[in-house]
């Protein structure tokens, strides 16, 4: 196995993910399977527990791992299928290292973070390396780790002296030590600044490490005088010193590696220029163009609780990215935060109340993403009755399937007091109820998660045409309540029609009101599986929904064409 380590110095946030995902592609186009590790130095086993606001959000795999968001970088990057072992973290680590202790593996012998902790750690990363994530046979010829954090943290030392160990072990021709760093310019001087990252390169040096190539993100190109001093004072050679500038949008990225042939030194690093190829990227190529020319624009009402980080739904995001560029649009998202849209907020914040209701009636289509918790659900439940009364093309994904259910019950049905009961447990109409999937009293790893099957109701139905498949389909889940198997007859007696089920017929997961344009609610988060040119089919209904061009395209596909 060939391993290439990413890790990050001077500030977090610097996109070393981002760079992780584009070095994978490259990598494939050069012929090479490529697979992902992201480690997580943080304490939590996994992200299940973790805020949106303080994470961004939780990325669920097909296994029903509660991971990181850089996970889905990768999935959609390298258009794989990654497993929660793929994300390795300290709680993780130190759990299984505490289980072994207690069951007496380590024989009386003193349990210490070297070399107990830093074993487990690259133990753990050399099984997962050979898991399989590109539904071929076999392990991958490159494994791509990305280390969370900023080297000189507390908490990620045992992991850097663990991958210090595993670089020695397997050996010079195995190990590519990838550094990136931030060259920032100075206001008043305007002088590209090499200091942070030479003090950078001299913390990971003194650890063990020493970087093969540097990724400087920086506003602008670097400069030519900037490159010859950071290969003399880090010790890196000038043609391995790779410029990641702020581009017009990410897909460039793989494209700007190629361009600087960052490929031709990690392969030289990992003796494999004689097996792989010249890099392919035509497809990634004229999706960047396509991105950077489009004009047109359709505007999107996102009416969430976690609107002031964009991180917190950016999986939704980058589905409805996708799906627009499928349309030949560009993504103009109006973040509407819920509880705006609440009369509460027409007393204490009349401008924001005024500035939410405007955004969501000059928006062509409204989704309403997942979420916990009650607040702004009352805002939720406003917009989804907007959406419905004003026939305008709604999404309703895991919560918002939950809101446009409550909505429908009291303002179609009369139920004035109908609710949730994860939101009032006294509600005498719980439409929607907690089903035993899960525990109540402990949060992590309690939901009904991962990917489920959906057995479709008829094969008339908008959703199962935009899948392309009559019978079922396969997606993620994450969440503890379902809609009430008991208010299904009322509900669907009133017109609104529930197509989809798992195989029991007991959970409700896709609906839809047939006498309304695009009505959706699902309570799996199809956004988790969309990837760049193969968009998740129910967003690409949405925006085709929005242009009026949905009927158009479900008879142009159902003749075939």
């Not at 959000?57 to 850089?70: I, R």
């Not at 029991?504 to 990837?531: A, C, D, I, N, W």
């Amino acid at each position: 196995m060939k391993y290439v380590l990413i890790t990050g110095g001077v500030v977090s946030g610097l996109g070393k993910g981002v760079t992780a995902s584009s070095i994978g592609v490259v990598l494939q186009a050069c012929g090479l399977r490529v697979t992902s590790i992201k480690i997580d130095p943080y304490l939590n086993t996994d992200a299940g527990t973790m805020s949106p606001f303080e994470h961004g959000e939780v990325f669920v795999l097909d296994d029903g791992g509660e991971v990181d968001l850089d996970l889905g970088n990768y999935e959609r990057f390298l258009d794989v299928t990654l497993t929660k072992d793929n994300n390795v973290t300290t709680g993780k680590i130190y759990q299984s290292v505490l289980d072994k202790e207690r069951k007496g593996d380590y024989l009386g012998k003193t349990v210490q973070v070297v070399p107990h902790i830093t074993d487990a750690i690259k133990d753990r990363i050399e099984a997962v390396a050979l898991i399989p994530v590109d539904g071929k046979e076999g392990p991958a010829d490159v494994c791509v780790i990305e280390l969370g954090g900023t080297v000189g943290d507390i908490e990620s030392m045992p992991f850097i002296e663990a991958l210090r160990q595993l670089s020695f072990s397997v050996g010079k021709d195995n190990f590519c030590l990838i550094h990136v760093s931030l060259i920032p310019v100075l206001g008043v001087v305007g002088e590209q600044k090499t200091k942070p990252t030479q003090h950078s390169v001299r913390e990971l040096r003194a650890l063990g490490l020493t970087p093969h190539l540097l990724a400087c993100r920086s506003a602008q190109p670097l400069l030519d005088n900037t490159k010859m001093k950071l290969s003399q004072f880090c010790h890196v050679e000038a043609a391995n010193i790779l410029n990641i500038h702020d581009v017009p949008n990410i897909w460039h990225i793989p494209l700007l590696l190629r361009n600087q042939n960052a490929h031709h030194s990690i392969l030289k690093q990992l003796n494999l220029l004689s097996i792989a190829t010249p890099p392919d990227l035509e497809a990634w190529t004229r999706r960047a163009e396509t991105f950077d020319n489009l004009t047109d624009s359709v505007r999107i009402a996102m009416v969430g609780k976690y609107v002031g980080l964009t991180d917190s739904y950016l999986s939704v995001v980058k589905a409805l990215l996708h799906a627009c560029i499928a349309c030949s649009l560009k993504p103009s998202i109006d973040w509407i935060a819920a509880s705006d849209l609440e009369d509460d907020t027409a007393q204490s914040a009349p401008e924001a109340y005024a500035a939410a209701w405007k955004s969501l009636r000059n928006a062509e289509c409204v989704l309403v993403p997942g979420g916990f918790g009650d607040r702004g659900v009352s805002g939720m439940i406003l917009a989804a009755k907007y959406a419905r009364e004003n026939n305008v093309p709604y999404l309703g994904i895991c919560l918002g399937m939950q809101i446009s259910v409550i909505e429908y019950a009291r303002s179609v049905l009369g139920l004035e007091k109908a609710n949730s009961n994860e939101f009032d447990d006294e509600t005498p109409d719980p439409v929607v109820i907690f089903m035993p999937e899960g525990s109540r009293t402990h949060m992590g790893s309690t939901m009904r998660l991962g990917s489920r099957r959906t057995l479709f109701q008829t094969p008339d139905c908008v959703t199962s045409k935009l899948y392309c498949n009559p019978y079922y389909v396969d997606e993620r889940h994450r969440h503890r309540y379902e809609v009430n198997p008991d208010a299904i007859g009322v509900l669907e007696e009133a017109g609104l029609k529930f197509v989809g089920k798992d195989e029991t017929g007991k959970r409700m997961e896709v609906l839809e009101l047939p006498s309304h344009p695009f009505y959706v609610g699902v309570q799996f988060h199809p956004e988790f599986k969309s990837r760049p040119g193969k968009p998740s089919a129910l967003f690409l209904g949405l925006i085709l929904a929005a242009r009026g061009k949905l009927e158009a395209y479900l008879t142009r596909h159902q003749n075939g064409s």
